[in-house]
């Protein structure tokens, strides 16, 4: 069983940066592919960022390439996203997951972020 703890959300003006945190437990950290999720109010679920194992994969969704930063610190069993230029259309609630090679994802509790304009 992993359980993941995100922090790091709260409130900042648009242009403004964060940095979201996910620590992990329970679980071999190093053999999940970590990443995160966001969920707007009204809206379903979307992918923002992932990271494999290694590391050395990275994709991103469009509407955040180039101004987040997916990282992790396999030694601290922790995964970050540091969230640069940020827009009132990334206010939501952001979701950490890991995901095993068997299928199966764990998720996070969620942390706010929200952009004002």
């Known amino acids: 069983q992993v359980t993941l703890v995100e922090s790091g959300g709260g409130l900042v003006q648009a242009g403004g940066s964060l940095r979201l945190s996910c620590v992990a437990s329970?679980?071999?950290?190093?053999?999940?592919?970590m990443g995160w999720f966001r969920q707007a109010p009204g809206k379903e679920r979307e992918f923002v960022a992932g990271?494999?194992?290694?590391?050395?994969?990275?994709p991103y969704a469009d509407s955040v390439r180039g101004r987040f930063t997916i990282s992790r610190d396999n030694a601290k069993n922790t995964v970050y996203l540091q969230m640069n230029s940020l827009k009132p259309e990334d206010t939501a609630i952001y979701y950490c997951?890991?995901?095993?090679?068997?299928?199966?994802?764990?998720w996070g509790q969620g942390t706010q972020v929200t952009v004002s304009s």
């Open positions: 329970g679980g071999t950290f190093s053999r999940y592919a």
């Open positions: 990271i494999i194992r290694g590391g050395g994969s990275t």
């Open positions: 997951y890991a995901h095993q090679i068997t299928g199966y994802t764990y």
